[in-house]
T-cell receptor, first 115, second 116 residues
Framework: AQSVTQPDIHITVSEGASLELRCNYS??????LFWYVQSPGQGLQLLLK??????LVQGIKGFEAEFKRSQSSFNLRKPSVHWSDAAEYFC?????????????FGTGTQLKVEL | GAVVSQHPSWVICKSGTSVKIECRSL??????MFWYRQFPKQSLMLMAT?????????EQGVEKDKFLINHASLTLSTLTVTSAHPEDSSFYIC????????????FGPGTRLTVL
């Protein structure tokens, strides 16, 4: 069974500082990996995804993530955080191919940005 | 981009009543739609997978008679919470998947259900 671990429940960074959110996954084959952001009371917005190819993936809002197969990780990074980045971030893993890509989500990391 | 809408965005109902939530893919045809439930400050838990024209597949522990899912067309899926009770209060989120969209699910904005 697939699973996702986000070890950090809460992270606080100062505006302008760099950010790294950790994500580790367990999956029997090459996974589809996603990072989503959720603002309070809102649905999920896709930041970026990895399916194959280049292991460094660029996303929206200046985010990037690196797929490291040897470490089963897909950490999200941003070089300079803005106050508007404060939100809940979810890492997710899905199956490649048919079946509609059932996603398994991590427990989320709450990001707080100090001005 | 692909847009998924949900209606209503929030609903308050009395215990024992039924509530229907709609999920629509506005600019693409969704072969599969998913329904998630999210408790406060927690992750999304998949409730069921809905394929157009067939019965939904429910995750373990989800009562299919409690949460009725219908996927009558390629752009609409509905979730009906029957005989709702306060413990059914939650944030319900749907997502839509199309095989022509590189395996990506597109999420709706969610529906906040409060059962009094």
């Amino acid at each position: 069974a697939q699973s996702v671990t986000q070890p950090d429940i809460h992270i606080t960074v100062s505006e302008g500082a760099s950010l790294e959110l950790r994500c580790n996954y367990s999956y029997g084959a090459t996974p589809y990996l996603f990072w989503y952001v959720q603002s309070p009371g809102q649905g999920l917005q896709l930041l970026l995804k990895y399916f194959s190819g280049d292991t460094l993936v660029q996303g929206i809002k200046g985010f990037e993530a690196e797929f490291k197969r040897s470490q089963s990780s897909f950490n999200l990074r941003k070089p300079s955080v803005h106050w508007s980045d404060a939100a809940e971030y979810f890492c997710a893993v899905g199956a490649i191919g048919g079946g509609g890509n059932k996603l398994t989500f991590g427990t989320g990391t709450q990001l707080k940005v100090e001005l | 981009g692909a847009v998924v809408s949900q209606h209503p965005s929030w609903v308050i109902c009395k215990s024992g009543t039924s509530v229907k939530i709609e999920c629509r893919s506005l600019d693409f045809q969704a072969t599969t739609m998913f329904w998630y439930r999210q408790f406060p400050k927690q992750s999304l838990m998949l409730m069921a997978t809905s394929n157009e024209g067939s019965k939904a597949t429910y995750e373990q522990g989800v009562e299919k008679d409690k949460f009725l899912i219908n996927h009558a067309s390629l752009t609409l899926s509905t979730l009906t919470v029957t005989s709702a009770h306060p413990e059914d209060s939650s944030f319900y989120i749907c997502s839509a998947f199309s095989s022509g969209r590189s395996g990506e699910q597109f999420f709706g904005p969610g529906t906040r259900l409060t059962v009094l």
